[in-house]
């Protein structure tokens, strides 16, 4: 017999895409319930070539279901995730709320699949910040090779990382400044069409944005904790699709043919590499792919082992539904039996 699986948030952007992957890559599920707010019972939630009706979290009673995909926000996650858990439903959270949680792994399944054996001290298994996720596939077949002492990130977000509201907002203000009908930012704190914001999440006493505190903090607890690690993140006026520019200073010595190799041979990563007008990817050519896109494969000359990356993913895959799916498939694979 097969698995249960909820999808705590499946009207919201992430929700979506986990029922689209789900039914992509025909997870093990006799069921998959949509679950969403009360105010959304009983709309449609696609899951492949069937239509789902959303059911209300309030009342769902999680004792019969096997895994619950919680995308909800950190204030559902915080309120509902421990009642799932408790009632012996293992939560994969997409939010914040756990993911510094001593007792709750927080996972990328390329980068430390082994942190899942810890799963069951509190039922409960973190998915990563979107913007840390495709950061820790790159770096860490490097780090394997020749130890990251000190990463410099700079993030391109789109503005689907913060939602559908922020989305229709970017919609809004492009076409509105076509027409001289410029409404007044809401989702964002600043104008978001034609422009860069470098400000995601709130500001810390120290300067830097909550966003950038994350990469740093969800880096060292996935990776290495002593790697050193400072951020400055972006929002861009694109819809999906997240870029990065990367400064890695390594132990040992590596050249970027020797990179290009190594990633050429690691798990979720694509590298497209061409010294030519073109020859990398962008946010636009990323959306709906899998992959974590490597380009810009460069030494740095200015520092001792020293290299660039330019690194993009679509941030609704990747960054959150993908990533989330492939924890629950190897939590099936290797420790939930029912499924087999």
Request: charge should be negative; glycine fraction near 8%.
């Amino acid at each position: 017999m097969g698995l249960k699986v909820a999808v705590v948030g499946a009207t919201g952007n992430v929700g979506r895409e986990m029922l689209n992957i789900l039914d992509e890559r025909a997870f093990p599920a006799d069921e998959v319930v949509a679950l969403a707010s009360t105010r959304s019972v009983g709309r449609d939630a696609g899951f492949g070539e069937k239509t789902l009706k959303v059911k209300a979290l309030d009342t769902y009673d999680f004792s019969d279901t096997d895994i619950a995909l919680f995308s909800a926000g950190g204030d559902i996650s915080r309120k509902w995730g421990p009642i799932a858990a408790e009632a012996g439903c293992v939560v994969i959270d997409n939010s914040s709320a756990f993911r510094m949680d001593p007792d709750v792994p927080l996972v990328v399944p390329e980068v430390n699949p082994g942190e899942l054996a810890k799963y069951a001290q509190r039922n409960i298994i973190a998915n990563p910040n979107c913007s840390t996720a495709q950061l820790v596939v790159a770096l860490k077949p490097l780090h394997m090779r020749a130890g990251i002492k000190r990463v410099v990130v700079a993030t391109y977000q789109s503005a689907s990382g913060a939602g559908r509201e922020a989305m229709d907002e970017l919609f809004t203000q492009t076409k509105g400044i076509y027409v001289n009908d410029q409404p007044s930012p809401r989702e964002f704190p600043k104008q978001i069409a034609f422009n860069v914001i470098p400000e995601i999440d709130v500001f810390m006493d120290d300067g830097q944005t909550r966003e950038e505190w994350k990469m740093t903090a969800e880096t060292k607890k996935i990776l290495d904790p002593a790697i050193k690690l400072t951020a400055t993140c972006v929002r861009v006026p694109t819809f999906v699709g997240h870029a990065e520019a990367i400064n890695i200073e390594f132990e040992r010595p590596m050249d970027d043919d020797e990179a290009r190799d190594i990633l050429r041979e690691a798990p979720g990563c694509m590298v497209v590499d061409k010294r030519e007008p073109g020859g990398y990817i962008t946010p636009v050519e990323c959306v709906g792919e899998y992959a974590t896109f490597i380009s810009r494969i460069r030494v740095d000359p200015t520092v001792e082992n020293g290299l660039n990356i330019w690194v993009v993913s679509d941030n609704l895959r990747k960054g959150a539904a993908l990533n989330a799916i492939q924890i629950a498939e190897t939590l099936v694979a290797r420790y939930l039996k029912k499924a087999a």
